[in-house]
T-cell receptor
Framework: DQQVKQNSPSLSVQEGRISILNCDYT??????FLWYKKYPAEGPTFLIS?????DKNEDGRFTVFLNKSAKHLSLHIVPSQPGDSAVYFC????????????????FGKGTLLTVNP | DTGVSQDPRHKITKRGQNVTFRCDPI?????LYWYRQTLGQGPEFLTY????????KSRLLSDRFSAERPKGSFSTLEIQRTEQGDSAMYLC?????????????FGEGSWLTVV
């Protein structure tokens, strides 16, 4: 049972254009969502996150949108650069039993983004 | 560099041998996590520690796997009697419950190949 789904295995965009990566989740208990970027043979690098109490968070070229009713989030990269080419993972966490948040992440399978010069 | 550090980065071992991976988290982080990633999949949670206490273990962590964090700082993940299915990237991550949002930061991973 895959609780976090990234239905597009790959995405190709032109440099300077917008990249939109999508993620759907099924567990309504998830309350914190993160995007990680991963290059081959390296660990995931944190990009941006959003709490379930917000619907948008922006950091430079990266914006994450959350639609709780649709259980959907997306990552927008504007403008896309060749150095953005990597695998992007969506991850989600639910509240821990002690009441804290953001522990034990559940990841999607990733989307390979290729930005062409 | 004050990020999460993992050692070794690569390990090739024969089936049946034991292997141990070490993780040094970001120094002020009280939480430490182990994940495993296989080709075409996202990282999967294995276990996590808060200080020296192991608070949760995934069903993926069979009895051949053991993790420790004896002094609440570095951690080791040992795999006994390795099998070919253990071949994967083992990722360590850390976070600090004192920070808002509790962002989890990953190390560069330890690749295990069992032949």
């Amino acid at each position: 049972d895959q609780q976090v789904k990234q239905n597009s295995p790959s995405l190709s965009v032109q440099e300077g254009r917008i990249s939109i990566l999508n993620c759907d989740y099924t567990n309504s208990m998830f309350d914190y969502f993160l995007w990680y970027k991963k290059y081959p043979a390296e660990g995931p690098t944190f990009l941006i996150s959003i709490s379930s109490i917000k619907d948008k968070n922006e950091d430079g070229r990266f914006t994450v949108f959350l639609n709780k009713s649709a259980k959907h989030l997306s990552l927008h990269i504007v403008p896309s650069q060749p150095g953005d080419s990597a695998v992007y993972f969506c991850a989600a966490s639910s509240p821990e039993p002690s009441g804290g948040s953001n522990y034990k992440l559940t990841f999607g399978k990733g989307t390979l983004l290729t930005v062409n010069p | 560099d004050t990020g999460v550090s993992q050692d070794p980065r690569h390990k090739i071992t024969k089936r049946g041998q034991n292997v141990t991976f070490r993780c040094d988290p970001i120094s002020e982080h009280n939480r430490l996590y182990w994940y495993r990633q296989t080709l075409g999949q996202g990282p999967e949670f294995l276990t996590y520690f808060q200080n020296e206490a192991q608070l949760e273990k995934s069903r993926l962590l069979s009895d051949r796997f053991s993790a420790e964090r004896p002094k609440g700082s570095f951690s080791t993940l040992e795999i006994q009697r390795t099998e070919q299915g253990d071949s994967a990237m083992y990722l360590c991550a850390s976070s600090n419950t004192g920070q808002g949002g509790n962002t989890i930061y990953f190390g560069e991973g330890s690749w295990l190949t069992v032949v």
